[in-house]
């Protein structure tokens, strides 16, 4: 399993825009769009911060960009402050020249009796465009990728999940205490993560390294839907000294 570990999580994080960067010109040469499966949360922030700069001062552009984000709580009004939708487009979207009409992210403003509906429109415009060319992940200390929790089939598509109680608790800050986190989101599937040509899981601090310990070297289990990336052979974990700390 292809491990990379970085003396910190700025240099690792401007590896990874490179990489992403890499991958937008090639797909502009060949007047292709580029897809990007996007994740939220603290670990991408560096990456997106560096693909910004790349933007600012070596002119990469977004316009062949086409995005799908990997989850939302549910529920979640868009224009919330712990919405994924705000928290990309704070993040990156604000900040560079992408086609607004190119942009996917989960709903997690549907009545409930049209999420389904929705989930699998979602899986179809993935693959309209081609499909994932790579797909940025973090890891929750569940094992989860996306909102996928443990019980997670390693076939499961997009869909609406129930988050586990030590998710919503580390949630609970950006939320003002746990009572406030969703219980439920809406995520692509493990399937769906599968899918995409290379997939790249980043883990910062010592705080994730028992969780990478059991993701990389541990026993492939729905225990912790993570170590499902050792079965694939396109999925590269790109670590800081602090994630890595525990790994043999
Ligand atoms: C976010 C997501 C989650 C996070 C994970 C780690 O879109 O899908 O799996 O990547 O919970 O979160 P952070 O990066 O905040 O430690």
């Known amino acids: 399993l292809p491990v990379k570990v970085f003396a910190n999580q700025i240099e690792a994080s401007q590896r990874v825009a490179r ?18 499966g996007l994740a939220t949360g603290v670990t991408p922030i560096n990456v997106y911060k560096e693909l ?8 990469l552009s977004f316009k062949n960009v086409v995005t799908f984000n990997l989850d939302e709580y549910f529920p979640m009004k868009p224009d919330a402050v712990q919405s994924y939708v705000t ?3 704070e993040n990156l979207f604000n900040h560079v020249d992408i086609n607004k009409s190119n942009i996917h992210i989960p709903d997690g403003n549907l009545k409930q009796e049209f999420v389904q509906a929705f989930c699998y429109e979602y899986e179809q415009k993935i693959n309209h465009f081609g499909g994932l060319d790579v797909q940025l992940l973090g890891i929750g200390r569940t ?29 609970s800050r950006d939320f003002g205490g746990k009572e406030n986190v969703p219980n439920k989101a809406v995520t692509m599937g493990i399937g769906t993560i ?12 010592e705080k994730k390294a028992a969780i990478i310990k059991k993701a990389v ?11 499902y990336l050792q079965l694939s052979d396109r999925v590269e974990f790109i670590l800081d000294t602090g994630s890595a700390s525990e790994l043999t």
């Open 19 to 36: 990489r992403i960067a890499d991958i937008i010109i090639k797909k502009q040469e060949n007047s292709e769009n580029a897809v990007l």
């Open 52 to 59: 910004i700069r790349l933007h600012r001062e070596e002119g």
């Open 87 to 89: 928290f990309m487009n």
């Open 143 to 171: 094992g989860h990728i996306g909102f996928n929790e443990p019980g997670s089939a390693p076939n499961s598509g997009t869909r609406l999940v129930t988050l586990d109680d030590l998710t919503r608790r580390d949630a």
């Open 194 to 205: 599968f899918k995409a040509k290379e997939i790249i899981l980043m883990a910062w601090s």
């Open 217 to 227: 070297e541990g026993e492939i289990s729905s225990d912790v839907p993570a170590t």
